[in-house]
C-alpha cells in the first residue's frame, strides 16, 4: 500500500514540479530539485523522530520489540540524511557554484545530526545483543532528537543565501503552484520511507525468527 502511494505521489508531484510549478525568479529551472531535497530532509527529521518516539516507549514499556523499531526508523532516517546531504550539494553546486560551505550553520548543524546517528551504528554493534544494548541504543536516540529542532530552526535564523529559508509565519514564500507541488512530493517521500520501513522490518523479524529457530533446533 505505502509503496504504490509513494510512486503515484511521487510521479505525480514531480510531473507537477517540472511541467506545472512556475520556474523560480532568481534560480530558474535549477530551483526544481527543491522538491527533492527539502521532502528529503524533512522526511529525515520524521524517521529520526519515530525512532526517538520508539526509544521511549522501549524505555517506558520494556517490550523489546520497540527496540528493532526504533533501529529501522534510525536507519531510515540516515539513508535519507545522507540524501539530503547529496541534494543539498548537488543544488548548492548547480545554483552558487559552491558544493559546500562551512561557514554556513545550519549546514554543519545538519551533519552534525547525520554523523551523531550514524555513531548511533557503532555504539549499537559494540555491544552484544540483549537489553542492555536495546536499553543503550534508546538513550542515545533520545539525546539525538534534540539536535532535530536545533538544526531545522538554524534554517529560518540564518536565512543567508545558500539555505533561505522558505516556511515563514505568514506562510510558504512560494506560489500556490509551488506549494502544491511540493506537498504531493513530501507526501510521496513519506509514504517512500513508510514502505522502506515496513519491508525492513518485516525482513529483520522474520531473520530473528529464523535464528530463534536455529538456536532451538541445535
Known sequence: MFAAAALLLLVSGMTLALYWAPEDVDQGFSQKIFYIHVPVALTAYACFGWGAWKALRLLWKREQRYDLESYTAIHMGTIFGLLTLVTGSIWAKISW????????????????????????????????????????????????????PVSFLAIRIAGTLYHPAVFKRDGPDMTGEMFAAFCVCFGGMLALAAALYANELTGKRLDERLRDLREALA
Open 97 to 148: 557554484n559552491i558544493w559546500w560551505s562551512w561557514g554556513e550553520r545550519q549546514l554543519v548543524l545538519f551533519l552534525i545530526l547525520f554523523l551523531f546517528y550514524s555513531a548511533y551504528f557503532m555504539l549499537r554493534y559494540s555491544i552484544d545483543p540483549g537489553p542492555q544494548r536495546a536499553n543503550l541504543s534508546a538513550v542515545y536516540a533520545l539525546f539525538g532528537v534534540a539536535l532535530i
